[in-house]
């Protein structure tokens, strides 16, 4: 298994620009994680998925949304992009909710809004 | 609302000293408690939990629920430990909806 896939690697868009960020969780995971990495900071959560339906969501503008598909691979989406919104989106998948085990993260999508 | 405090962003130790990466949080319940580390040009990685009390890579860190600390500790340092350091809060066992802190940059001198 190459473990949490994200896609694409590299990404710039424009201010007022609509982006979707994918995700593919390791085989068997049930629950996907979004978080949002600005530079020179930890990652801060965003969204939480398991079996499809949204199960936490952080401090963000609705502006940010997601959903799981029944794979439980994920998407990111983001509207009306601001300069702010340029960051590392990490994604991070886990077996189970509601069991303390490990979160494995992805590589990151590394967004640039100009 | 959570928070997690790293009060140090770089912390340069030579090769063999202790480590203590220090790591504050506040919350009202009964949070899990995890150590992430990113090596250069990898994947953000779990390093410790506080709930399996394991020693990882010779790292410890003991969770002080009365100082609201959870520290991380090695008494040796070695080079191959020079990395990004993320303490990081879990609200619910099991959530998964991490807060974690701004990190501290380890580096370990030959």
């Known amino acids: 298994d190459a473990g949490v896939t994200q896609s694409p690697t590299h990404l710039i868009k424009t201010r007022g620009q609509h982006v979707t960020l994918r995700c593919s969780p390791i085989s068997g995971h049930k629950s996907v994680s979004w978080y949002q990495q600005v530079l020179g900071q930890g990652p801060q959560f965003i969204f939480q998925?398991?079996?499809?339906?949204?199960?936490g969501r952080g401090n963000f503008p609705d502006r940010f949304s997601a959903r799981q598909f029944p794979n439980y691979s994920s998407e990111l989406n983001v509207n009306a992009l601001l300069l702010g919104d340029s960051a590392l989106y990490l994604c991070?998948?886990?077996?189970?909710?509601?069991?303390?085990?490990?979160?494995?993260f992805g590589p990151g999508t590394r967004l640039t809004v100009l | 609302a959570q928070r997690v405090t790293q009060p140090e962003k770089l912390l340069s130790v030579f090769k063999g000293a202790p480590v203590e990466l220090k790591c504050n949080y506040s919350?009202?319940?009964?949070?899990?408690l995890f150590w992430y580390v990113q090596y250069s040009r990898q994947r953000l990685q779990l390093l410790l939990r506080h709930i399996s009390r394991e020693s990882i890579k010779g790292f410890t860190a003991d969770l002080n629920k009365g100082e609201t600390s959870f520290h991380l500790k090695k008494p040796f340092a070695q080079e191959e430990d020079s990395a990004m350091y993320y303490c990081a809060l879990n609200p619910r066992a099991g959530s998964y909806q991490l807060t974690f802190g701004k990190g501290t940059k380890l580096s370990v001198i030959p």
């Open positions: 919350y009202s319940g009964s949070p899990e």
């Open positions: 998925y398991y079996e499809k339906e949204e199960r």
């Open positions: 991070a998948s886990s077996f189970l909710q509601g069991v303390p085990n490990e979160q494995f």
